[in-house]
């Protein structure tokens, strides 16, 4: 684990530029914190320290992603709004799935959640997606003075009809976190969703044209492009129309390969309204879509949903680097982003440096909450907003 510390501190502290705003002092200290669990060969507290090292800037690109080098409970949390939800958990506790998390050995959810807050990274609604990996996993709930010891862990659950549960669970009996908790947290109650495509569609005639556009990660760069192109076709056929579009649960990917449906969108109809359902799992190029989209559109977009999972100045780019030792994960960061005040500087890209436009803040136009893989909750928005019937989602790769 000291060559995984050593890895950090020669390549990630030097190289990503959030680190600038941190004190040398203060850095050194969570070094040596980080050694000194290292050197007693505990492996929780060496990569609890490393979160709170790279949580410091508050960047929510640069953090340690600890999902493949531990163990947690069978049990797969997320935050649905403000709530702690049970998204999934193993067969013999499939009854306490959809209830919310009250407290665990007593103490109730929203303590544990401020006590959690200096290991994790980013802005108050990044930590809520990143966070509740926290609440099953049992080292952590060790450090935070949850549990002790090798004593069985109660889970205090509340169903939606308001009933009381709780679930005993002992704390060796864990799996991968990885098969729980996905490295790039999408909110979805199958923790293993990828994107079978890239956009699924509806057209309702003249009451508008839903986009659902599910991630904007493409290894093969072949699929998006074509999803966009289709999207960008369907979007200028209909220059009136109105248009709901969905990034919900999408956590980034290539914002440049998207202009060609922002360009379509921006060439409407001046009249053309245009809804776009946003969530805290929300993340990087679906977050810039979004600022690109309002600055050119203004106040014809209409923003629904809840406060995105990053603000608008961040650092991001970089890359991952997988901790031979511990089996966790890094990510760093490389480039400045200031979508809110236009601004660059010398480390980012020019490819995206020439798109940053200042958006100032977003402030959404109505709040609306529902899990993106919730296809009844979309339906029933879709028929109160754009007055019609039930919906079926055509899929396109």
Not at 146 to 164: K, N, P, T
Not at 219 to 246: F, H, N, Q, Y
Not at 276 to 282: A, E, G, N, R, V
Not at 366 to 388: H, Y
């Amino acid at each position: 684990m000291i060559q995984d510390l050593e890895q950090i501190v020669t390549t990630v502290l030097p190289t990503d530029p959030s680190f600038r705003s941190i004190g040398r002092e203060e850095l050194e200290r969570h070094v040596n914190q980080a050694r000194q669990s290292a050197l007693a060969n505990s492996k929780d507290e060496f990569l609890l320290s490393l979160m709170r090292l790279l949580a410091l800037p508050g960047n929510g690109h640069t953090r340690l992603i600890p999902n493949d080098a531990i163990s947690v409970l069978p049990l797969r949390f997320a935050t649905i709004g403000t709530t702690v939800r049970l998204l999934d958990a193993a067969p013999g506790l499939s009854e306490a799935v959809g209830g919310d998390l009250i407290s665990i050995n007593g103490v109730p959810t929203g303590d544990i959640e401020v006590a959690a807050e200096k290991f994790l990274a980013g802005t108050r609604q990044r930590k809520r997606v990143i966070g509740p990996i926290l609440f099953a996993w049992p080292g952590a709930l060790r450090h935070l003075r949850v549990s002790s010891g090798d004593d069985a862990i109660e889970y205090r659950m509340q169903s939606e009809a308001g009933q009381i549960r709780d679930i005993l669970l002992d704390p060796k009996n864990g799996v991968p976190g990885s098969t729980v908790y996905p490295r790039s947290e999408h909110g979805r109650a199958d923790a293993s969703w990828t994107p079978q495509c890239f956009l699924k569609f509806k057209d309702f005639g003249q009451a508008g044209l839903l986009l659902v556009l599910p991630s904007f990660f493409d290894p093969g760069e072949a699929a998006l492009p074509s999803a966009v192109s289709k999207a960008a076709e369907l979007v200028r056929s209909r220059p009136d129309t109105p248009l709901i579009i969905d990034v919900r649960g999408n956590t980034g990917g290539d914002f440049i390969r998207t202009m060609p449906l922002i360009d379509a969108i921006s060439e409407g109809a001046k009249g053309r309204r245009v809804g776009l359902l946003i969530d805290k799992f929300t993340f990087s190029a679906a977050i810039v879509f979004t600022a690109i989209l309002k600055h050119r559109l203004g106040e014809r977009l209409v923003l629904i949903g809840e406060e995105m999972g990053d603000g608008l100045t961040f650092f991001a780019e970089g890359g991952t680097i997988d901790l031979s030792s511990s089996g966790a994960a890094v990510r760093y960061s490389t480039a400045f982003h200031d979508w809110a005040g236009g601004r660059t500087d010398e480390t980012t890209p020019v490819e995206i440096a020439e798109r940053i436009v200042p958006i100032g803040t977003l402030e959404l136009d109505r709040v609306w909450v529902a899990p993106s893989d919730d296809t009844e909750a979309l339906k029933q928005f879709c028929s109160e907003v754009l007055g019609s019937g039930p919906i079926d989602l055509v899929e396109r790769a």
